[in-house]
């Protein structure tokens, strides 16, 4: 069986300086401990590389390498030197930028080694890569990375306690003189350049402390460097006190008239450094820097705003303003730019993307790359396929849609909540999610989700009656009926696919609250053929351990329902809705007839145990049902799956043991498909897929490994759910505590 992936639906870490744009046309950045790869024309992620074991929180090209060597650092404290080898792969195959090719080279942790804040590297002509990286403990590590053996040698440590430095840029001057810089939290910038050593067993140069510049009245959060044609460089530094201060290094020039500069004038080795300007015209923390080879700056602040700067007469003026004006949500993390595309990562990870018209120079915006920020809970297809939604612990639900061939995007967000949400499902065309306040609620959606996806994926939905839009109330979770802000017909679809516009105009109204348990929602079923859903919530004690049925006609409560000592932990309706497979964290599992209302009783459903097991020796994570009903998995954290077959499948009774498969991880999600095809995630990220076979033949076993997919294929965390497409069999959706979310296109091998 071949696989390929549809969609990953990741965001960018919530860190300054996790964020590259290649100009081939390739957004790099760190999402939780993964390298991804963003294509600009496909506008869809196109590979995710895992290698580090904690979150990514620097990621930067080697200066001078011509974006071929990518440096990465984490809170595990490892630094990982990658190679692109994308010329290669393209020489070999014809392949164009998407084929973007990483290989870590060099792997860099000393042991229990602390946190990496901010690392940065340059090309040095007779001694490669020189890397150096901040601890959250103060230190400064410089060293140069062997790549024969895939080590950094570190040549120098400095320890810069009691002061903490943000920043570190390096920059080569003169004759391969190597010079440093680093932000601090003095408002100083530190400037270091490098002195041959005294040591007679040490080839190396160290670097030593020159001076030291100062303008800010707070942290210097970001520097910048770059090289003018006449030879001078231009340092710009940004910092909390929300300036940007541009300091120039002159070179030529024997003496310097102080009577011409109001401050003074620093000797740096040959250079002579003199503050050229102070620029005012953010409001909040200037997080970002960045020059460009026309000399124009880009900087991002909290504040939300983007701004392209540029010298016109010895005065630097505002060229280009982007961003939002106004809001709530403080963005700007990192912003990139080149010629043609800006990208800005934010508060919740989504990186806004603008694109240069050629005609006007006008700057537009593209679609944004979007996805949760947080573990994601859970997620659930519509009964017809046409989309897929998504909950996360980041407190918003999304809506992805088809997007065209092989490409996804999010449409709307009809949640946006003040609770970590842990369970969903799709009812009809209603959504209803559980969150640890207790409560269920549903929504419905609205005319601007409507337009949004029959735009996308080009096809038309019938929905039953529909409010315009919704909005929140400033001090309430509850979202209400509106008319909206904006008139969608006037903007591009590009614009609807921006981040912004997702968060303020696509939540859906809420129709109903459903309250009824004592503690956190954890699981929630939903009939495919009745109206009725089950829930439960979390529990240590037998009377709380209820399964509460729904009616999603009349938002009743239908009764309470009790067998399992310890809470619910899935609930899943067989495909024909008779049957309700419920699973336990007290080990067993058990079978409920679904009793249908008498004439006359409308919507009078409930609920009886037809029979329980428990062979499993730890808490079920996992229970689903094949596609006939015919026979049903479960498993659980003895890292066991059990395959339970009835012996009466039009009676759909009577299941018994068939099948015990034993991993070597804990079992965290299943599905299966009409095929009888059956997934399963692990805690490990790592997902699988077999074949189950009713005869076990001579040609063919009973459960055969079709595939298995690594960490950079699958999830690099736990895998929370996996669920097939009700309408296309072979297309697997995936969520997982890695943030991600992923649509897979299974293939058969034929016969």
Known sequence: MDITVEFVGATCNLTYNCLELVSGGLIIFGSNHAVVVYDLEEKKIVKTHVKHEGKINCLRFIKGSDNKWLVTAGTDGQLILWENRCDRAGKETGSKNSNFLLESIVCHQPSKGPSIIVCDGIVREHQGQTIGYITCLSQVFIGTANITDGTLVIFQELNLEPSVALDIIFHILGDDELSMGLGMDSGEVALYSTVTSESTNSSQTQLTKLCALKKHEDWVRCLALTKLENGDRLLATGGQDTFIAIWRFKTGVDRVSTEDFEFQVVQFQKYKILFDSLIIGHEGWINS???????????????????????????????????????????????????????????????????????????????????????????????????LVTTSQDQTTRVFSPWGDNRWHEISRPQIHGHDIFALKCSGDCIISGAEEKILRAFQPTEVFVRNFE???????????????????????????????????????????????????????????????????????????????????????????????????????????????????????????????????????????????????????????????????????????????????????????????????????????????????????????????????????LIFIFLYSAEETEETKRFQCLLKLDRSEAHHGIVKKLKFNPCEKYQLASGSGDHSVKIYQLTPLPL
């Open 455 to 685: 735009d996308v994926s080009e096809t038309p939905l019938s929905l039953r009656s529909v409010s315009q839009a919704a909005t929140m109330p400033a001090l309430g979770l509850s979202n209400q009926s509106g008319t909206g802000g904006s008139d969608i017909r006037n903007k591009r679809l590009e614009e609807r696919l921006d981040e912004d516009f997702l968060r303020s105009e696509t939540l859906w109204p809420e129709v109903s609250k459903l309250y009824g348990h004592g503690y956190e929602i954890c699981a929630i079923g939903a009939s495919g053929k009745d109206p009725i859903i089950a829930s439960g919530c979390n529990s240590s004690k037998p009377q709380f351990s209820t399964i509460v049925l729904w009616c999603t006609k009349s938002w009743k409560n239908l009764g309470e329902f009790q067998f399992h000592k310890l809470n619910v932990t899935d609930l899943e309706f067989s495909n024909n809705g008779r049957r309700l497979l419920s699973v336990s964290r007290d080990r067993t599992w058990a079978l409920w007839n679904v009793l249908h209302p008498v004439e006359g009783q409308r919507d009078n459903f409930s609920l009886e145990v037809l029979e329980n097991g428990g062979f499993h020796t730890r808490a079920l994570s996992v229970g689903t049902w094949s596609q006939n009903g015919s026979f049903f998995v479960t498993g659980a954290r003895d890292k066991k799956l059990i395959i339970w077959k009835s012996t009466k499948p039009m009676e759909m009774k009577n299941y018994e043991l068939v099948h015990v498969e034993t991993f070597q991880s804990p079992i965290s999600a299943a599905t299966t498909n009409e095929d009888d095809v059956i997934v399963i995630g692990f805690d490990t990220g």
């Open 289 to 387: 820097l960045q020059w460009n080879s026309k000399g124009e700056l880009i900087s991002c602040s909290s504040d939300q705003t983007i701004i392209i700067w540029e010298n016109v007469s010895e005065i630097w003026t505002e060229k280009t303003r982007l961003g939002v004006l106004g809001g709530q949500i403080p963005g700007g993390f990192c912003v990139k730019f080149n010629e043609s595309f800006v990208a800005c990562s934010g508060f919740q990870g989504a990186i806004q993307i603008w694109s240069r018209q050629e005609q006007n120079e006008e700057w537009l915006l593209d679609p944004s790359v979007t996805g949760h920020f947080n573990s994601v809970s859970d997620l659930d297809y519509h009964p017809d396929g046409h989309y």
